[in-house]
C-alpha cells in the first residue's frame, strides 16, 4: 500500500482528501502544518506529499524548498493560484508537479499515480519504439544503435520520456535541467531541442512525430503518432 502525506492547514480538505483516496487502497497521512509533515518525515518514510501552498507560519514553498534539503519524495503542489509565476515558483522549489484548487478527483487521481510512475522509473531503462534510455550508463539507443547526445541532450530526452504527453514550458525545462539558478535564454532550449531532432532522425527516428512544438507554449513528447 501506498503511504501519502496530506499537508493543508484545513482539516476539511484533509478529511476530503483521505475520503476520496483511501478506497483506492492509498494510506493517508493526516498533517495541518508544513513544520508537522517536516517532523513526520525524520522518523517515518512516505511514497508522496500532497503539499498545500497557502498555510500560516510556513508556506508550502518554503516548505517544499526544506523537504529538498533532505528527502527526495515526489511533492505535488496543491494550490488556488494558476498563474505561471506561482507554477514555475513550485517546481523552482523541487515540485514534481500542481494541481489547482478546486481539483477534479480524477486528475488528482491520474496526476498521483503519473508522478509515482515516474519515480519507479527514474532506475533502469525507459524504452519508447526502439528508442532504449538507459539511465545508468547514459545512454541512448534506437535499435540498438547508439546515438551520442550531451548530457544536457539526454537529460530533456530522460524528461520527456518520462512525461509523455505532458506539455513543458520552456521554463521548465531550463530549471529541470540547469537548475533555477541559471541563466539561461529561451532560445537555448530551441537549440538544443532542433539538435535533439536532428540526431533521432539521422538514426532514422521519426522525431517529428513525437518531439512536437506547442506554439506559444513549449514543447511535448507525444506517444501517438
Known amino acids: 500500500m501506498r503511504t501519502l502525506l496530506l499537508v493543508d492547514d484545513e482539516p476539511m480538505m484533509l478529511d476530503l482528501l483521505e475520503l476520496y483516496l483511501s478506497p483506492l487502497g492509498y494510506s493517508c497521512i493526516k498533517k495541518e502544518s508544513a ?20 498555510m500560516p507560519e510556513m508556506d508550502g514553498w518554503e516548505a517544499c524548498q526544506e523537504i529538498r ?10 494550490t488556488a493560484m494558476s498563474e505561471k509565476t506561482d507554477i514555475v515558483k513550485g517546481l523552482k ?36 519504439r526502439g528508442l532504449t534510455l538507459d539511465q545508468d550508463s547514459f545512454q541512448l539507443r534506437y535499435y540498438g544503435k547508439e546515438i551520442s547526445l550531451t ?47 536532428e540526431k533521432l532522425r539521422k538514426a532514422g527516428f521519426p522525431a517529428d512525430e513525437h518531439l512536437i512544438t506547442v506554439w506559444g507554449v513549449g514543447y511535448k513528447w507525444t506517444g501517438q503518432g
Open 35 to 54: 513544520k508537522n509533515a517536516i517532523n513526520h518525515l525524520k522518523s517515518q518514510s512516505v511514497d508522496l506529499i500532497l503539499l498545500d501552498v497557502m
Open 69 to 78: 534539503k533532505y528527502w527526495d519524495t515526489p511533492i505535488i503542489m496543491l
Open 93 to 128: 522549489h523541487g515540485a514534481d508537479d500542481y494541481i489547482t484548487k478546486p481539483f477534479d478527483e480524477e486528475e488528482l487521481t491520474a496526476r498521483i499515480e503519473a508522478v509515482l510512475r515516474r519515480q519507479k522509473s527514474d532506475s533502469g531503462k525507459i524504452s519508447f
Open 151 to 197: 548530457p544536457k541532450e539526454f537529460g530533456m530526452m530522460s524528461l520527456f520520456l518520462k512525461n509523455q504527453n505532458k506539455v513543458f514550458t520552456r521554463e521548465h525545462l531550463i530549471t529541470s535541467i540547469w537548475g533555477y539558478d541559471v541563466s539561461t535564454e529561451d532560445r537555448t532550449i530551441d537549440s538544443h531541442v532542433r539538435n535533439l531532432r
